[in-house]
């Protein structure tokens, strides 16, 4: 089956700090990649819509500055958390399209 | 906007029980209706999914769901869940025809299965 992978799998970093999560698709091509993050106990929120070869659509309430999305080719998206604050402390889920949504195994991401 | 609605937020039972978990959405167009599992410490796989045909749809592990369209429900059920069912269960939608458009999700139901 279709294979997302994530990395880093867990990354802890300063507050003030930016941090990259990569995500790729390892066996198909997808031109539409899916950010969510998921709370403690809680349900996967979307943050964006990331577009190979286009900008990011993002989600009511969700700061494009702050977290950067790019998909540069039809396997890879990247999500940056810009000056990471304790608040932005989450688990990040992607996920790529391609008939349908197949997720990635998300990112932990602690911001001391 | 679309919304899904999981009432169960904990449901514990022992193994050998049957299972059903509710999801009701809201919209008024066609959907695409989801569940799918989170075991402990794993990512989100797709147990099941209903795009169109027939409204009871059978998926993997021995789940199934039927999609009652008057009632906007698409409730799983299992007739006898085992201690590996134990995990978190999201049930989603998408308003399009085809899959790769992005979903809402409920808010998870967490399945604890006692042996």
């Known amino acids: 089956g279709a294979v997302v992978s994530q990395h880093p799998s867990w990354v802890i970093c300063k507050s003030g700090t930016s941090v990259k999560i990569e995500c790729r698709s390892l066996?198909?091509?997808?031109?539409?990649m899916f950010w969510y993050r998921q709370f403690p106990k809680q349900s996967l929120m979307l943050m964006a819509t990331?577009?190979?070869?286009?900008?990011?659509?993002?989600e009511q309430g969700v700061e494009k500055d702050k977290f950067l999305i790019n998909h540069a080719s039809l396997t890879l998206s990247t999500l940056t958390v810009t000056s990471a604050h304790p608040e932005d402390s989450s688990f990040y889920i992607c996920?790529?399209?391609?008939?349908?949504?197949?997720f990635g195994p998300g990112t932990r991401l602690t911001v001391t | 906007a679309q919304s899904v609605s999981q009432h169960n937020h904990h449901v514990i039972l022992s193994e050998a029980a049957s299972l059903e978990l509710g999801c009701n959405y809201s919209?008024?167009?066609?959907?695409?209706l989801f569940w799918y599992v989170q075991y402990p410490g794993q990512h989100l796989q797709l147990l099941l999914k209903?795009?169109?045909?027939?409204?009871l749809v059978k998926g993997i592990k021995g789940f199934e769901a039927e999609f009652i369209k008057s009632k906007f429900s698409f409730n799983l059920r299992k007739p006898s869940v085992q201690w590996s069912d134990t995990a978190e269960y999201f049930c989603?939608?998408?308003?399009?025809?085809?899959?790769?458009?992005?979903?809402?999700f409920g808010t998870g139901t967490r399945l604890t299965i006692i042996p």
């Open positions: 066996d198909f091509q997808a031109t539409t």
């Open positions: 989603a939608v998408n308003p399009t025809n085809f899959g790769n458009e992005k979903l809402t």
């Open positions: 209903y795009f169109s045909g027939d409204p």
């Open positions: 996920s790529a399209a391609w008939y349908e949504q197949y």
């Open positions: 919209y008024g167009g066609t959907v695409n």
């Open positions: 990331s577009n190979e070869g286009s900008k990011a659509t993002y």
